[in-house]
C-alpha cells in the first residue's frame, strides 16, 4: 500500500489536538489547545476557517452536520457544521471532558471526563442521559460499539472496560495499561477503536502493539506488532471498510496493518517524530489524516490505491520457493520484499552434512537485494519487521519438511538493517518565499521589496512591491506561464516556471532599470532541463537547473559561463559581485542533510572563495534561508531558528550569532528571516504564530531581533562583555572586506567600532584585576593597542600590581616594535620628530643621537647640585636617553666620543629582567661600542643601593668615593636645573602661551651654555618624558599651593622636594614605573590626574 506523505500544516500552536474528517470527506477539522476548531478544505487550504470554542479544545466529534467539541469550560458544545455557529450545550462535567465520539448513526455522543465518569447523551434531547461510573481515575478515550450495544473506554487507572449502554452496567475489564493519575501524565493516551461494519473486534492499543478482543467473547484473538516501532502507540483507526488497522505512536510512527494477514502495508515516519495524537480515515479509505502535540496536520495520501489487493500480494510473497534459486529468480521483482522474515522461514531444509555451507547460503542479516525498497520510506512496502503466519496463507501441498522447518515459526525475527537510515533529500527553495503549493504565498521578500504570487479561481498573477519606490513603481504581471520562482534587485525581477510535455521551462527578466525601451528578455532552457532555483547580482543572473547545471547571464540577457554543480542545487543568493550556492554533496543518514557550499567572487579577479566545504547545519535540521547581510557577508539559518554568519578573518568558517528559537513563546511559533544587517546589528523577520510561514493577507508586521553569541556564561558580567566584544569584532569584520574589495567604508563607523572594542577590552581589564587574574590581564592586553596598553599599565601601577606593570611595559615595547617595523622607510626620514615620538626613541638617526647625547652632558653636568631623589630621578631620563641610543649609560667618554656610532635595532631574542641589578653597573671600563638593552629599572634601583655608580656616570671621576650631599636646591637663576625644572613642571597652560613669550627663556638658555645653532633635532630632549618628581609635582601643585599661597616658584619647588623625599619607596618606585610606562607606550607629554576606566575610557576618544 504505498502512499505519499505530504508536507505538514501548522494549524494550532504547541499542546494536544485531534482531527476527524466531515461525512463526505470534503474537509478536515482540527482542533488544539488554542480554543480553536479549524475547518480545512485540503491540506493546501491557505487560510482554513476558524471557530473559537473556548480556552482549550481537548477532542471533537462530526456527523450529521453537528460539530461537538470537549472544551476546557468542563461543557460538550455543539456547533452547526460548516457555519460554526453554537447551537447549545450538549452536557457538563464537574471537570473538562477529554474525549468524545459518535455512534454510528450520529444519535448519540459518548464523553469520558476527568471526574472519573462517561455519559452516553442523546442528540436529539441532551436530557436524556446514561452516566458510566466504575473507573477510579480520569477517562482517557471512549467507543462505540457499531450495534450501538456496547461501549469501551480506557482509564488512567490501568483498566480498558466494555460496558452495556442500556443497563449501564460494566461487562468486562482488562487491566492493561500503565496507571497514571491524570490524562497529561499517562504513557499513552489509548484511543480504543472498533472495527465498522462486522463490529467483530475492538482494537486496544498497549505499548509498542495492538490488542484485539472478540466481541460477546471478549476473548483476546489477535495481536498487530511493528519489531520497527519502539515507542508506547498512542490512537488507531480502523479504515472505512474494516479490513485496515492505522496506528500512530508517541514516536512519530505511522503503521497500517491488513487485520486478516496480520501484514504491515505501510509504514511512514513523522517529518520531525513528534508524538501523533490525532488520527482520521476519509470516509473513501484514500487518505489518513493525523495531527501531532506541536499543531501540525499531516495527510498519507494514495492509500486505496493498492488496498483491495495488498492482501493478497502479500499473501503470495510468503509463499515458500520451491527450491533455494528461486529465491533469486527475477520474477520475483514486483513483489514485496521479505528482508524481515526469519531466516528459517526463508532458508530451505538443511541436511545435518550441510551446516558447513551455511555462509554460502545465506548471509547473517538475511538478503536485501532491493535496497532501496526499504532505503524509501516514502515508497517502501515493508513486510520485513511483521511476524507472518505462513500456515495460514501457504497450501498445505506446498509446506513440508524440505521447506518450512516446523520450528521456523518460532524463530526470532530481526530486522535488516540495524544502522542509521538516510535522511530525505531536502527540496530546491528559493530563500525568502513561502512553499509554492499556497495558492496565495510569497514569492519573494527581501530588502528591496516583495513578490507576491497568487493562484486560485480568480486570479493567476504576480505582484511586485518595492521598499522604496523611488526605485521603481509597483507592478502587477499576469502569471500566464506559470511562474513558480522568483527574485528581485534593485535592477530587475528574475521569474522562471517549469517546464511541461509541450514547453521548456523558461527564465523571464524584466530589466525596469535598463535605459531603452525593451526592458524585457526570455530564454528557454533544453528540453528535459527545469530551473530549481535562481538570483541576481550586480549586473548579473544565474539559474541553477536539474541537469546539474549553473547558467549564468547578464543582466541584459547575454549568456556568459556555463559550469556543473557537484550535486543537486538546494537554494543560491547573490549580492553585488558575489554568489553563494548550496547543494547536496552527499546522502544524509539519522535526520542529517549533506549539503555543501559554494562561493564566487565575480569580479576583476574571478574566484572561488568556499569550495564546496560542508555547510555545518543543527543537529536533525534542515536550510531554511540563505543570503547576504546588507553589508555583504553570507549568511544562513537553519530549522532550528540558529542563524550563522561567515567568519572571514577566521578561516571563511561559519560562527553562530543568533538562535530564533531563543525569542519563540511556544514550541510551534517561528520567526519567517527578510534580512540581515550587520551595522545596526539586526536580524529581521516576521514572527508566525503556530505555523512557519506568514499570510499574505493582511501584510505581516516585521520585527527586529538582536544577536548575541553562544558564549558560555553570559549571565556573569565577564561573559557579557566577552560576548559584547566578540560580537562586534565578527560584525565589523566586512569593513575589511569591503576595502579591500574596492568599495567605499564608513571610516567614522570604523573607528567607532574600534573604540567600542577598546573601552570592553579595558572594562575587562579591570575587572580581572579586581580578581586579581594577573595572566588573564596580560591576554587581554595582548588584544589592546598600543594606547590603550598605556591606560592599562598605569591601571596596574596604581593598583600596585608592579609585576603586571611590568609586564605589560615589555608588551609595550613589543608592539612599539611592531609598529616600527611597519612603518615605511620614506616616512621616517622626511618627519623624524613625530617617528621618534611614536617610537618612543627607537630607531633614531644618527644625528639625533649626536644631539642627545650633547644635551645629556649638559644636563650630568649640573645634576651634582640636586638631592639624592633629584639625581635619581634625573638619572632615569639618562638611562632612557642611553637607551634610545643604543649605548652603555654607564661607559665614559659617552659626550665627547668622536664617533657616532649607528643605532641598532632592540634585541629581541629575550626579554630583560627589569628588576635585576647588574654586576657591570660601576665599570666605567665597559666598552661604549657594545650594545646592551638596559631598562630604565635597572638604573633606578642600582643608583639606589650604590650611589657611587650614579655619581660614576655624570662623568666626574674625582668623586668616585664620596657619598652624595643632600641640600636644598640654591636659588640660583639662570642655571640649566633651575630653567628645565620650572619649564618641565609648568602648567600645561604654559605651553600654549604664544613664542613671543617663551623667546626670553631660551635666550637666556643659549647666553649660558653658549651652544651651537640650534637645530630642528634639539627640539627632541624637550619632547622627553617628565620623571617621577615632575610628574608628582603636577599632580600635587595644587595642594602645595592651597598649603603655602605665598611661596614663589623656587618656594614650591623647595617644598615639592622636601616632601617627595618623604615618600616611601613603594611611592617613588611607583613614580618612577609610571615613567618608564609612558616611555614605552609612546605617550610623552600626557599627565593624567585620576586612574578610573570611565576616564580611562574617555581618554580614547
Not at 509541450?502 to 535598463?514: D, I, N, P
Not at 543568493?573 to 549533506?594: I, K, P
Not at 567614522?748 to 567600542?756: D, F, L, V
Request: hydrophobic share 35%.
Amino acid at each position: 500500500m504505498p502512499c505519499e506523505r505530504k508536507t505538514m500544516r501548522y494549524g494550532h500552536s504547541e499542546g494536544h489536538t485531534d482531527v476527524c474528517f466531515d461525512d463526505t470527506g470534503k474537509y478536515i477539522v482540527t482542533c488544539g489547545s488554542d480554543g480553536d476548531v479549524r475547518i480545512w478544505e485540503s491540506l493546501d487550504d491557505d487560510d482554513p476557517k476558524s471557530i473559537n470554542v473556548g480556552e482549550k479544545a481537548y477532542s471533537l466529534a462530526l456527523k450529521n452536520g453537528k460539530l461537538v467539541t470537549a472544551a476546557s469550560n468542563n461543557t460538550v458544545q455543539i456547533h452547526t457544521f460548516p457555519e460554526g455557529d453554537p447551537d447549545g450545550i450538549l452536557t457538563r462535567f464537574t471537570t473538562n471532558a477529554t474525549h468524545i465520539t459518535y455512534n454510528s448513526s450520529g444519535s448519540r455522543v459518548a464523553a469520558g471526563s476527568s471526574d472519573f465518569m462517561v455519559k452516553v447523551v442523546e442528540m436529539s434531547d441532551s436530557s436524556q442521559q446514561k452516566t458510566l461510573r466504575g473507573h477510579n481515575a480520569p477517562v482517557l478515550s471512549v467507543t462505540f460499539d457499531p450495534k450501538d450495544e456496547f461501549l469501551a473506554s480506557a482509564s488512567c487507572d490501568g483498566s480498558v472496560a466494555v460496558w452495556k449502554i442500556e443497563e449501564q452496567t460494566q461487562v468486562i475489564s482488562w487491566p492493561l495499561l500503565q496507571k497514571s493519575n491524570d490524562v497529561i501524565n499517562a504513557k499513552s493516551l489509548c484511543r480504543l477503536a472498533w472495527q465498522p461494519k462486522a463490529a467483530k473486534l475492538l482494537a486496544v492499543p498497549v505499548e509498542t502493539t495492538v490488542q484485539l478482543y472478540q466481541r460477546d467473547s471478549w476473548a483476546h484473538v489477535n495481536t498487530l506488532s511493528d519489531d520497527l516501532g519502539t515507542q508506547a502507540i498512542n490512537v488507531v483507526a480502523w479504515s472505512p471498510c474494516g479490513k485496515f488497522l492505522a496506528a500512530g505512536s508517541i514516536g512519530g510512527l505511522l503503521t497500517v496493518w491488513d487485520v486478516e494477514s496480520k501484514l504491515c502495508v505501510e509504514r511512514q515516519t513523522h517529518e520531525k517524530g513528534y508524538t501523533v495524537c490525532g488520527l482520521a480515515w476519509h470516509p473513501s479509505g484514500g487518505q489518513i489524516a493525523y495531527t501531532d502535540t506541536e499543531g501540525c496536520l499531516g495527510v498519507l495520501d494514495g492509500l486505496s490505491s493498492s488496498s483491495s489487493s495488498s492482501s493478497t500480494t502479500a499473501a503470495k510473497s510468503t509463499k515458500a520457493p520451491a527450491s533455494y534459486d528461486d529465491l533469486f529468480d527475477d520474477d520475483d521483482d514486483d513483489r514485496p520484499m521479505d528482508e524481515g522474515v526469519s531466516e528459517g522461514a526463508r532458508s530451505p531444509a538443511k541436511n545435518p552434512g550441510d551446516e558447513d555451507d551455511d555462509d554460502d547460503l545465506m548471509p547473517a542479516t538475511g538478503r536485501a537485494r532491493n535496497r532501496s525498497a526499504f532505503l524509501d520510506d516514502e515508497n517502501s512496502l515493508d513486510t520485513g519487521s511483521l511476524k507472518l503466519g505462513l500456515d495460514k496463507f501457504v497450501d498445505d501441498d506446498d509446506v513440508g519438511s524440505a521447506i518450512v522447518p516446523p520450528a521456523a515459526a518460532a524463530a526470532p525475527l530481526r530486522p535488516v538493517y540495524d544502522g542509521p537510515m538516510p535522511t530525505p533529500p531536502q527540496k530546491a527553495f528559493q530563500p525568502g518565499s513561502t512553499p509554492a503549493h499556497l495558492m496565495h504565498r510569497f514569492m519573494m521578500w527581501n530588502s528591496v521589496g516583495i513578490v507576491r504570487g497568487y493562484n486560485d479561481d480568480q486570479d493567476n498573477a504576480i505582484d511586485v512591491e518595492f521598499h522604496d519606490t523611488a526605485v521603481h513603481h509597483a507592478m502587477h504581471l499576469t502569471n500566464s506561464l506559470g511562474h513558480t520562482v522568483a527574485d528581485l534587485s534593485q535592477e530587475a525581477v528574475l521569474l522562471a516556471c517549469p517546464g511541461t510535455d509541450e514547453l521548456a521551462s523558461k527564465l523571464q527578466c524584466l530589466h525596469f532599470s535598463s535605459w531603452d525601451t525593451n526592458k524585457e528578455w526570455m530564454v528557454d532552457l533544453p528540453k528535459g532541463e527545469d530551473v530549481r532555483a535562481l538570483c541576481l547580482g550586480q549586473g548579473w543572473a544565474a539559474a541553477a537547473t536539474s541537469a546539474l547545471m549553473l547558467r549564468l547571464f547578464s543582466i541584459g540577457g547575454v549568456q556568459r559561463e556555463l559550469f556543473s554543480l557537484p550535486g543537486p542545487v538546494v537554494c543560491m543568493a547573490g549580492h553585488g559581485e558575489q554568489l553563494l550556492v548550496v547543494y547536496h554533496r552527499g546522502t544524509g543518514f539519522d535526520g542529517e542533510q549533506a549539503l555543501g557550499v559554494q562561493l564566487l567572487q565575480f569580479g576583476h579577479k574571478r574566484r572561488q572563495v568556499i569550495h564546496g566545504e560542508p555547510l555545518p547545519l543543527s543537529r536533525r535540521s534542515h536550510l531554511s534561508w540563505l543570503g547576504f547581510t546588507a553589508e555583504g557577508t553570507p549568511c544562513f539559518i537553519d530549522s532550528e531558528g540558529v542563524v550563522r554568519l561567515l567568519n572571514r578573518s577566521l578561516g571563511n568558517m561559519w560562527t553562530p550569532v543568533c538562535n530564533t528559537r531563543d525569542n519563540c513563546k511556544g514550541k510551534s511559533d517561528h520567526y519567517w528571516v527578510v534580512g540581515v544587517h550587520e551595522n545596526p546589528q539586526q536580524l529581521r523577520c516576521i514572527p508566525c504564530k503556530g505555523s512557519r510561514y506568514p499570510p499574505t493577507l493582511p501584510r505581516p508586521a516585521v520585527a527586529i531581533l538582536p544577536f548575541k553569541l553562544p558564549l558560555c556564561q553570559t549571565t556573569t558580567e565577564k561573559g557579557q562583555m566577552e560576548e559584547q566584544y566578540w560580537r562586534s569584532v565578527l560584525l565589523h569584520n566586512h569593513y575589511g572586506f569591503l576595502s579591500s574589495s574596492g568599495y567605499e567604508i564608513d571610516e567614522e563607523g570604523q573607528s567607532q567600532a574600534q573604540k567600542e572594542q577598546q573601552e570592553l577590552l579595558m572594562k575587562m581589564f579591570a575587572l580581572s584585576c579586581k580578581l586579581e587574574r594577573e595572566f588573564r590581564c596580560v591576554e587581554l592586553a595582548e588584544l589592546m593597542t598600543q594606547n590603550v596598553v598605556t591606560l592599562a599599565i598605569r591601571y596596574a601601577s596604581r593598583s600596585r600590581r608592579m609585576a603586571l606593570a611590568q609586564r605589560l611595559s615589555d608588551l609595550a615595547l613589543e608592539k612599539a616594535n611592531q609598529l616600527q617595523g611597519e612603518e615605511p622607510q620614506e616616512e621616517e626620514e622626511e618627519e623624524p620628530l613625530q617617528y621618534t615620538r611614536r617610537n618612543t626613541g627607537y630607531g633614531q638617526s644618527s644625528s639625533e643621537l649626536g644631539t642627545d647625547r650633547q644635551h645629556s652632558s649638559h644636563r650630568r653636568a649640573q645634576e651634582e647640585e640636586v638631592d639624592e631623589e633629584e639625581g635619581q630621578e634625573e638619572h632615569m631620563d639618562e638611562g632612557e636617553v642611553a637607551e634610545r641610543q643604543g649605548l652603555n649609560p654607564f661607559a665614559k667618554g659617552t659626550a665627547a666620543s668622536p664617533e657616532k656610532p649607528s643605532p641598532k635595532p632592540v634585541s629581541k631574542e629575550g626579554r630583560v629582567n627589569p628588576f635585576k641589578v647588574s654586576s657591570g653597573l660601576g665599570r666605567p671600563g665597559s666598552a661604549g661600542g657594545q650594545h646592551r638593552v638596559t631598562n630604565v629599572l635597572d638604573s633606578m634601583i642600582s643608583s639606589s643601593r650604590k650611589p657611587t655608580a650614579l655619581l660614576s656616570s655624570s662623568g666626574s671621576t674625582g668623586k668616585l668615593n664620596k657619598t652624595p650631599v643632600l641640600k636644598p636646591l640654591a636659588p640660583r637663576p639662570k642655571t640649566k636645573t633651575q630653567s628645565t625644572l620650572l619649564h618641565m613642571s609648568a602648567p600645561k597652560a604654559a605651553n600654549k602661551k604664544p613664542a613671543e613669550e617663551r623667546e626670553p627663556a631660551v635666550g637666556r638658555l643659549k647666553q649660558t651654555e653658549a651652544p651651537p645653532p640650534a637645530s630642528p633635532a634639539e627640539n627632541v630632549d624637550h619632547m622627553k618624558p617628565k620623571t617621577g618628581f615632575q610628574l608628582w609635582l603636577e599632580e600635587n601643585r595644587r595642594i602645595l599651593l592651597a598649603d603655602n599661597p605665598e611661596l614663589e616658584e623656587t618656594d614650591v619647588i623647595k617644598e615639592a622636594m622636601g616632601r617627595f623625599r618623604t615618600l616611601s619607596a613603594d611611592d617613588r618606585l611607583v613614580r618612577c614605573l609610571t615613567q618608564v610606562c609612558v616611555c614605552a607606550s609612546l605617550i610623552n607629554t600626557w599627565c593624567y590626574d585620576t586612574l578610573s576606566v570611565r576616564e580611562m575610557i574617555y581618554l580614547l576618544d
